[in-house]
Protein backbone atom coordinates (compact mmCIF):
# COMPACT_ATOMS: atom_id res chain seq x y z
CA UNK A 1 0.00 0.00 0.00
CA UNK A 2 1.39 3.23 -1.94
CA UNK A 3 1.81 6.14 1.88
CA UNK A 4 0.09 9.11 1.47
CA UNK A 5 2.05 12.32 1.30
CA UNK A 6 3.03 13.45 4.78
CA UNK A 7 1.48 10.79 6.32
CA UNK A 8 4.06 8.99 8.66
CA UNK A 9 4.27 5.06 9.37
CA UNK A 10 2.76 5.09 12.84
CA UNK A 11 -0.30 6.43 11.85
CA UNK A 12 -0.52 3.98 8.67
CA UNK A 13 -0.30 1.51 11.59
CA UNK A 14 -2.15 2.84 14.06
CA UNK A 15 -5.34 2.42 11.44
CA UNK A 16 -4.49 -0.83 10.67
CA UNK A 17 -4.82 -1.94 14.43
CA UNK A 18 -7.95 -0.29 14.65
CA UNK A 19 -9.61 -2.44 11.42
CA UNK A 20 -8.26 -5.30 13.27
CA UNK A 21 -9.93 -3.99 16.30
CA UNK A 22 -13.47 -3.36 15.34
CA UNK A 23 -12.99 -6.42 13.50
CA UNK A 24 -12.94 -8.15 16.31
CA UNK A 25 -15.47 -6.65 18.16
CA UNK A 26 -17.59 -7.12 15.34
CA UNK A 27 -17.07 -11.12 15.61
CA UNK A 28 -17.67 -11.12 19.04
CA UNK A 29 -20.90 -9.43 19.33
CA UNK A 30 -21.60 -11.78 16.42
CA UNK A 31 -20.43 -14.61 19.04
CA UNK A 32 -22.83 -12.93 21.29
CA UNK A 33 -25.68 -12.86 19.16
CA UNK A 34 -25.22 -16.49 18.35
CA UNK A 35 -25.30 -17.56 22.01
CA UNK A 36 -27.94 -15.25 22.65
CA UNK A 37 -30.12 -16.81 20.26
CA UNK A 38 -29.37 -20.10 21.40
CA UNK A 39 -29.99 -19.27 25.02
CA UNK A 40 -33.97 -18.11 23.77
CA UNK A 41 -34.31 -21.73 22.14
CA UNK A 42 -35.97 -23.97 25.00
CA UNK A 43 -35.09 -28.11 24.11
CA UNK A 44 -37.99 -30.64 25.55
CA UNK A 45 -37.82 -34.51 25.71
CA UNK A 46 -41.40 -35.13 25.55
CA UNK A 47 -43.27 -39.10 26.60
CA UNK A 48 -45.04 -40.13 23.47
CA UNK A 49 -46.79 -43.82 23.15
CA UNK A 50 -50.58 -45.08 23.31
CA UNK A 51 -52.14 -47.40 25.73
CA UNK A 52 -53.26 -49.73 22.83
CA UNK A 53 -49.87 -50.64 21.44
CA UNK A 54 -46.68 -50.08 24.03
CA UNK A 55 -43.95 -50.99 21.82
CA UNK A 56 -44.48 -47.42 20.34
CA UNK A 57 -43.33 -45.83 23.80
CA UNK A 58 -40.26 -43.25 23.09
CA UNK A 59 -39.49 -39.94 24.14
CA UNK A 60 -39.37 -37.16 21.30
CA UNK A 61 -37.77 -34.13 20.92
CA UNK A 62 -38.45 -30.39 20.51
CA UNK A 63 -37.41 -26.72 20.52
CA UNK A 64 -39.38 -24.25 20.91
CA UNK A 65 -38.81 -20.10 21.29
CA UNK A 66 -38.14 -19.00 24.91
CA UNK A 67 -40.12 -16.02 25.48
CA UNK A 68 -40.44 -14.21 28.97
CA UNK A 69 -42.72 -15.95 30.98
CA UNK A 70 -42.87 -19.05 29.97
CA UNK A 71 -43.79 -21.83 31.30
CA UNK A 72 -43.32 -25.45 30.52
CA UNK A 73 -47.84 -25.60 29.02
CA UNK A 74 -47.06 -22.88 27.04
CA UNK A 75 -44.21 -24.82 25.36
CA UNK A 76 -46.60 -27.94 24.72
CA UNK A 77 -49.01 -25.48 23.44
CA UNK A 78 -46.32 -24.28 21.14
CA UNK A 79 -45.78 -28.02 20.00
CA UNK A 80 -48.99 -28.71 19.38
CA UNK A 81 -49.51 -25.19 17.36
CA UNK A 82 -46.53 -25.34 15.22
CA UNK A 83 -44.43 -28.61 15.31
CA UNK A 84 -46.89 -31.80 16.00
CA UNK A 85 -50.41 -31.43 16.72
CA UNK A 86 -51.26 -35.18 17.41
CA UNK A 87 -49.25 -34.18 21.01
CA UNK A 88 -52.18 -34.95 23.15
CA UNK A 89 -51.78 -33.42 27.56
CA UNK A 90 -54.76 -32.26 29.47
CA UNK A 91 -55.08 -28.65 30.63
CA UNK A 92 -58.06 -26.12 30.89
CA UNK A 93 -57.39 -23.18 32.86
CA UNK A 94 -53.55 -22.04 32.40
CA UNK A 95 -53.88 -20.36 35.87
CA UNK A 96 -53.29 -23.20 38.35
CA UNK A 97 -56.69 -23.35 39.15
CA UNK A 98 -57.90 -26.27 37.96
CA UNK A 99 -55.40 -29.31 38.56
CA UNK A 100 -55.73 -30.38 35.25
CA UNK A 101 -52.20 -30.23 33.16
CA UNK A 102 -50.66 -32.62 36.43
CA UNK A 103 -47.13 -34.17 35.01
CA UNK A 104 -43.63 -35.11 36.17
CA UNK A 105 -40.79 -32.31 34.69
CA UNK A 106 -37.54 -33.71 35.22
CA UNK A 107 -38.88 -36.43 37.10
CA UNK A 108 -40.85 -34.36 39.63
CA UNK A 109 -44.70 -33.90 39.91
CA UNK A 110 -45.78 -30.84 38.80
CA UNK A 111 -48.15 -28.30 37.66
CA UNK A 112 -47.26 -27.66 33.67
CA UNK A 113 -49.04 -23.96 33.80
CA UNK A 114 -47.35 -23.37 36.92
CA UNK A 115 -43.43 -24.68 35.80
CA UNK A 116 -41.30 -21.86 34.18
CA UNK A 117 -39.30 -22.57 31.89
CA UNK A 118 -36.59 -20.23 32.33
CA UNK A 119 -35.20 -22.45 35.53
CA UNK A 120 -33.97 -24.95 32.92
CA UNK A 121 -33.00 -22.42 29.90
CA UNK A 122 -29.50 -22.72 29.19
CA UNK A 123 -29.10 -25.57 31.84
CA UNK A 124 -30.67 -28.66 30.85
CA UNK A 125 -33.02 -30.16 28.83
CA UNK A 126 -36.79 -30.22 30.15
CA UNK A 127 -38.21 -34.07 30.22
CA UNK A 128 -42.19 -34.64 30.44
CA UNK A 129 -43.85 -37.64 31.55
CA UNK A 130 -47.23 -38.56 32.39
CA UNK A 131 -48.01 -39.06 36.00
CA UNK A 132 -47.42 -42.59 36.52
CA UNK A 133 -49.66 -43.46 39.46
CA UNK A 134 -52.74 -43.61 37.09
CA UNK A 135 -53.75 -45.36 33.99
CA UNK A 136 -51.70 -44.16 30.62
CA UNK A 137 -54.07 -43.09 27.79
CA UNK A 138 -51.67 -41.16 25.65
CA UNK A 139 -48.76 -39.20 25.46
CA UNK A 140 -48.78 -36.78 28.80
CA UNK A 141 -52.41 -38.21 29.48
CA UNK A 142 -53.94 -40.62 32.09
CA UNK A 143 -56.65 -41.86 33.50
CA UNK A 144 -57.90 -40.43 36.69
CA UNK A 145 -61.45 -41.07 36.42
CA UNK A 146 -60.44 -44.23 39.45
CA UNK A 147 -59.51 -41.51 41.65
CA UNK A 148 -63.15 -40.22 41.65
CA UNK A 149 -64.50 -43.89 41.91
CA UNK A 150 -62.83 -43.51 45.21
CA UNK A 151 -64.57 -40.57 46.31
CA UNK A 152 -67.64 -41.66 46.16
CA UNK A 153 -67.09 -44.65 48.55
CA UNK A 154 -66.28 -42.21 51.22
CA UNK A 155 -68.73 -41.74 54.21
CA UNK A 156 -70.30 -38.60 53.67
CA UNK A 157 -71.03 -35.62 55.89
CA UNK A 158 -73.49 -36.38 58.80
CA UNK A 159 -74.93 -34.51 61.62
CA UNK A 160 -77.25 -35.66 64.13
CA UNK A 161 -76.71 -32.35 66.53
CA UNK A 162 -78.98 -30.33 64.84
CA UNK A 163 -81.50 -30.07 62.01
CA UNK A 164 -80.88 -29.13 58.75
CA UNK A 165 -83.47 -26.06 58.93
CA UNK A 166 -81.01 -24.90 61.98
CA UNK A 167 -78.32 -22.04 61.79
CA UNK A 168 -75.01 -23.55 62.21
CA UNK A 169 -73.06 -21.78 64.73
CA UNK A 170 -68.88 -22.23 64.27
CA UNK A 171 -65.55 -21.13 65.78
CA UNK A 172 -63.71 -19.15 63.80
CA UNK A 173 -60.95 -22.24 64.06
CA UNK A 174 -62.84 -24.55 62.73
CA UNK A 175 -64.02 -23.12 60.02
CA UNK A 176 -59.87 -21.79 59.20
CA UNK A 177 -58.84 -25.98 59.76
CA UNK A 178 -61.55 -27.15 57.41
CA UNK A 179 -60.93 -23.94 54.90
CA UNK A 180 -57.01 -24.87 54.42
CA UNK A 181 -58.05 -28.61 53.40
CA UNK A 182 -60.89 -27.13 50.96
CA UNK A 183 -58.09 -25.21 49.08
CA UNK A 184 -57.19 -28.47 47.00
CA UNK A 185 -57.43 -28.33 43.71
CA UNK A 186 -57.96 -32.19 42.81
CA UNK A 187 -54.69 -31.90 41.10
CA UNK A 188 -53.43 -35.67 42.07
CA UNK A 189 -49.67 -34.46 42.39
CA UNK A 190 -49.77 -35.73 46.38
CA UNK A 191 -51.34 -39.41 44.67
CA UNK A 192 -49.00 -39.21 41.95
CA UNK A 193 -45.16 -38.57 44.42
CA UNK A 194 -47.12 -41.39 47.22
CA UNK A 195 -45.11 -44.75 46.57
CA UNK A 196 -47.46 -46.56 48.83
CA UNK A 197 -50.74 -44.93 46.50
CA UNK A 198 -48.10 -45.76 43.20
CA UNK A 199 -47.83 -49.55 43.92
CA UNK A 200 -51.68 -49.62 44.96
CA UNK A 201 -50.46 -51.35 48.19
CA UNK A 202 -53.38 -52.50 51.24
CA UNK A 203 -55.88 -50.79 49.24
CA UNK A 204 -54.38 -47.36 50.37
CA UNK A 205 -57.06 -44.36 48.89
CA UNK A 206 -53.85 -41.52 49.26
CA UNK A 207 -53.40 -38.38 50.62
CA UNK A 208 -56.08 -36.58 48.54
CA UNK A 209 -58.67 -38.91 50.17
CA UNK A 210 -57.74 -38.93 53.65
CA UNK A 211 -57.63 -35.15 53.56
CA UNK A 212 -61.23 -35.35 51.86
CA UNK A 213 -62.32 -37.84 54.80
CA UNK A 214 -60.62 -34.91 57.23
CA UNK A 215 -62.40 -31.96 56.02
CA UNK A 216 -65.80 -34.29 57.32
CA UNK A 217 -64.10 -35.38 60.75
CA UNK A 218 -62.80 -32.10 61.41
CA UNK A 219 -66.26 -30.26 61.38
CA UNK A 220 -67.51 -29.61 64.61
CA UNK A 221 -71.38 -30.84 63.71
CA UNK A 222 -70.07 -34.14 61.84
CA UNK A 223 -70.92 -37.18 63.67
CA UNK A 224 -70.56 -39.76 61.34
CA UNK A 225 -67.55 -42.41 62.68
CA UNK A 226 -65.02 -43.43 60.02
CA UNK A 227 -62.96 -44.59 62.07
CA UNK A 228 -63.78 -48.35 61.22
CA UNK A 229 -63.58 -47.27 57.18
CA UNK A 230 -60.26 -45.76 57.54
CA UNK A 231 -58.28 -48.40 59.00
CA UNK A 232 -60.18 -51.27 56.76
CA UNK A 233 -60.33 -49.89 53.53
CA UNK A 234 -59.03 -46.95 53.35
CA UNK A 235 -55.75 -48.52 54.16
CA UNK A 236 -54.56 -45.28 56.48
CA UNK A 237 -52.23 -47.20 58.50
CA UNK A 238 -49.80 -47.88 55.39
CA UNK A 239 -49.04 -44.19 54.79
CA UNK A 240 -45.86 -44.32 56.71
CA UNK A 241 -45.76 -39.98 57.23
CA UNK A 242 -42.47 -38.97 54.39
CA UNK A 243 -44.57 -35.68 54.03
CA UNK A 244 -43.86 -36.15 50.57
CA UNK A 245 -46.98 -35.01 49.28
CA UNK A 246 -46.80 -31.49 50.89
CA UNK A 247 -43.51 -31.26 48.94
CA UNK A 248 -45.50 -31.27 45.71
CA UNK A 249 -48.74 -29.53 46.68
CA UNK A 250 -49.44 -26.59 44.72
CA UNK A 251 -51.53 -25.07 47.04
CA UNK A 252 -49.09 -25.77 49.85
CA UNK A 253 -51.51 -27.20 52.35
CA UNK A 254 -50.33 -29.55 55.53
CA UNK A 255 -51.55 -32.78 53.99
CA UNK A 256 -49.53 -34.48 56.84
CA UNK A 257 -49.67 -32.19 59.95
CA UNK A 258 -53.20 -31.07 59.37
CA UNK A 259 -55.30 -34.03 57.88
CA UNK A 260 -53.30 -37.25 57.94
CA UNK A 261 -51.53 -37.17 61.28
CA UNK A 262 -55.36 -36.32 62.94
CA UNK A 263 -56.44 -39.27 61.29
CA UNK A 264 -54.10 -41.50 62.51
CA UNK A 265 -54.62 -40.11 65.74
CA UNK A 266 -58.51 -40.48 65.85
CA UNK A 267 -58.51 -44.05 64.84
CA UNK A 268 -55.71 -45.09 67.04
CA UNK A 269 -57.71 -43.48 70.45
CA UNK A 270 -61.29 -45.10 69.62
CA UNK A 271 -59.96 -48.65 68.81
CA UNK A 272 -57.18 -48.48 71.66
CA UNK A 273 -57.88 -45.81 74.32
CA UNK A 274 -59.91 -47.31 76.93
CA UNK A 275 -61.74 -44.34 78.19
CA UNK A 276 -62.43 -42.99 74.77
CA UNK A 277 -65.99 -45.43 74.67
CA UNK A 278 -67.02 -43.48 77.61
CA UNK A 279 -66.79 -40.36 76.16
CA UNK A 280 -68.61 -40.93 72.76
CA UNK A 281 -71.47 -42.61 75.01
CA UNK A 282 -71.74 -39.59 77.14
CA UNK A 283 -74.12 -37.75 75.05
CA UNK A 284 -76.36 -40.50 75.20
CA UNK A 285 -76.72 -40.72 79.26
CA UNK A 286 -78.64 -38.38 82.10
CA UNK A 287 -76.40 -36.66 84.54
CA UNK A 288 -76.52 -40.02 86.78
CA UNK A 289 -75.65 -42.53 84.40
CA UNK A 290 -72.98 -40.46 83.67
CA UNK A 291 -71.47 -39.86 86.70
CA UNK A 292 -71.48 -43.77 87.41
CA UNK A 293 -69.95 -44.63 84.20
CA UNK A 294 -66.97 -41.93 85.04
CA UNK A 295 -66.61 -43.62 88.29
CA UNK A 296 -65.71 -46.44 86.62
CA UNK A 297 -61.71 -47.51 87.01
CA UNK A 298 -59.02 -47.45 83.86
CA UNK A 299 -58.46 -51.12 84.68
CA UNK A 300 -62.28 -51.84 84.07
CA UNK A 301 -62.21 -50.21 80.97
CA UNK A 302 -59.37 -51.60 79.79
CA UNK A 303 -60.63 -54.92 80.64
CA UNK A 304 -63.98 -54.40 78.82
CA UNK A 305 -62.00 -53.39 75.23
CA UNK A 306 -60.06 -56.64 75.86
CA UNK A 307 -63.59 -57.99 76.39
CA UNK A 308 -65.22 -57.04 73.40
CA UNK A 309 -61.84 -57.69 71.14
Known amino acids: ME ?50 DRSQDR ?7 YVDGMVVLNAIHYIQSHIDPTLSARWNCKAGRCGSCSAEINGLPRLMCKTPVSQFVGKEEITVEPMKSFPFLKDLATDISESFEIAKNIPPFASEKESSTSIW ?19 FLCLDVCHVFRRR ?40 ISKCCEE ?62
Not at 262 to 273: F, G, H, I, Q, T
Not at 292 to 309: A, G, H, M, N
Open 201 to 240: EHGYIGPRWIMKTATFDNHPLDSEDRSDWLSNIAGLQYCN
Open 59 to 65: FDVFTVP
Open 169 to 187: KMQQIDVDKGRELRRCIEC
Open 248 to 309: VCPEHIKITEDAIIPEKESVLDKRYDPLFSMHIHAKDLDLNQYRKLKERTLLDQIQSVYERK
Open 3 to 52: RKRGETSSSCDKKVIGRKEKSMSLEKDAKKEEEEEKEKLVTLRIFRGIAD
